[in-house]
Nanobody, 123 residues
């Protein structure tokens, strides 16, 4: 299984970015997908998750209302639209493919991880 995240970059506070994750090697539409992030000096944390069929999503409190996770199963693709970005959103963002079909927030519920894409929000 391969997960290729892209779309990171440098943006000013209040700006927007859209991350993408291209998946291959398993039946994409059968598994939950998620985004996680790791800020400098911090542990990896949950950002958002989307059910296999795309009909349910979960968000961390810190991004609720600002970020939107979506997927296009026909394209084996996952997205994260990030709006109203803040300096504290600065991190390496990872896409992950889950063990099951339901939206999930624990890292233990994911068994494949992408390489990460860096998002830097300047103040």
């Amino acid at each position: 299984v391969q997960l290729q995240a892209s779309g990171g970059g440098l943006v000013q506070t209040g700006g927007s970015l859209r991350l993408s994750c291209a998946a291959s090697g398993r039946t994409f539409s059968s598994y939950t997908m998620g985004w996680f992030r790791r800020a400098p000096g911090k542990e990896r944390e949950f950002v958002a998750s989307i059910r296999a069929d795309g009909l349910r999503t979960l968000y961390a409190d810190s991004v609720e209302g600002r970020f939107t996770i979506s997927r296009v199963n026909a394209k084996n693709s996952l997205y994260l639209q990030m709006n109203s970005l803040r300096p504290e959103d600065t991190a390496v963002y990872y896409c992950a493919s889950g063990i099951g079909r339901s939206a999930a927030w624990r890292t233990s519920q994911y068994n494949y991880w992408g390489q990460g894409t860096l998002v830097t929000v300047s103040s």
